[in-house]
């Protein structure tokens, strides 16, 4: 007679000796470390890589924020001296509204442009230390490296404006604290710091040295803020500078500003999609040049 076959060994309910499972005092499993995150793809990539560009830059101020401190001196100057003196002239015509209040958003919105229109200087010193080179060969999109160093101009700007507006309320100037208000502020304070940074870093790639930037800076900063409604109304002005006022996107933003804090009558649709669209075509013509700042 044949022998019956040997039944099958039945499974063992023990782990295995070397199972980590097997000794509760060995500790949670670290196999998930050494696996790497699922890396962002598509659309989830640029938000991700400005952010971080953005928080990068602000590291830098929080290192030092002597920047801050000495920047808020020009803007309490021009609203102690210019603001209280044209206040009891009464010379320029502004609608009933005291001289000091109508003052107030152009200087806002001036300091937030200095702080912004000398940002291509950072960029050509990261060129000169080799940083700008190592960015450059990250997967980091330029667009996205634009768009993180001019926002974080930005949030500079946000922190200054509050500092003006402080300032300001000191000085007894009659300013809405309504929160939506105070938000369009933000967003306004943001989307001009952000244009005039990206036009800071497009000249840099143009004229790739810190003193023809500097220069050329300190050439178009007055202009800029001369030309536009910082001081005075658009009406008093001769009809050539009319047309450079509306062209100047500092108008739409102090024009924002202004009907936002002391609700004076603006076009705040109007004034937010040319700052849009300014900050857009900034971005863009930023990020073509910024490859020759490498070469």
């Known amino acids: 007679m044949s022998a019956e076959p040997a039944a099958p060994q039945a499974a063992s309910a023990e782990p295995p000796p070397n199972d980590p499972a097997a000794d509760p005092a060995a500790g949670p499993d670290l196999s998930l470390l050494l696996v790497p995150p699922r890396a962002r ?3 989830r990539l640029v938000p991700a890589r400005i952010g971080a560009m953005c928080a990068v830059e602000l590291q830098k101020l929080r290192h030092d924020r002597t920047e801050l401190y000495t920047r808020a001196i020009q803007p309490a100057l021009w609203l102690l001296i210019f603001g209280e003196t044209f206040t009891r002239l009464k010379a320029i015509p502004t609608g009933g509204i005291p001289y000091l209040d109508y003052l107030a958003p152009g200087i806002i919105a001036q300091s937030a442009m200095f702080i912004a229109i000398f940002y291509g200087i950072m960029i050509i010193w990261e060129r000169d230390s080799g940083v700008l080179t190592k960015l ?3 997967p980091t999109p330029r667009a996205a490296l634009v768009t993180g160093k001019a926002f974080a101009a930005g949030v500079k700007a946000v922190l200054q404006a509050v500092v003006v507006v402080v ?6 100037v009659a300013m809405t604290w309504n929160p939506l208000r105070l938000l369009g502020v933000v967003v306004a304070v943001l989307l001009g710091s952000a244009f005039f940074s990206c036009l800071s870093m497009a000249i840099a790639g143009i004229v790739l040295t810190r003193d023809r930037l500097m220069g050329i800076g300190q050439a178009i900063t007055m202009p800029l803020f001369f030309g536009s409604n910082a001081l005075y109304p658009v009406d008093l002005m001769p009809g050539w500078l009319q047309v450079v006022s509306r062209a100047n996107p500092l108008s739409y933003q102090v024009d924002a500003l202004r009907g936002l804090l002391i609700g004076t009558p603006s076009h ?7 700052l849009a669209f300014a900050t857009l075509l900034g971005i863009g013509a930023a990020s073509a040049l910024l490859g020759r700042l490498a070469r």
């Not at 300032?167 to 007894?172: E, R, T």
């Not at 705040?268 to 040319?274: I, K, N, R, S, W």
């Open 136 to 138: 450059l060969v990250t």
């Open 41 to 43: 793809t598509g659309w």
């Open 167 to 172: 300032i300001a309320a000191l000085l007894g």
């Open 268 to 274: 705040l649709p109007l004034d937010f999609a040319v």
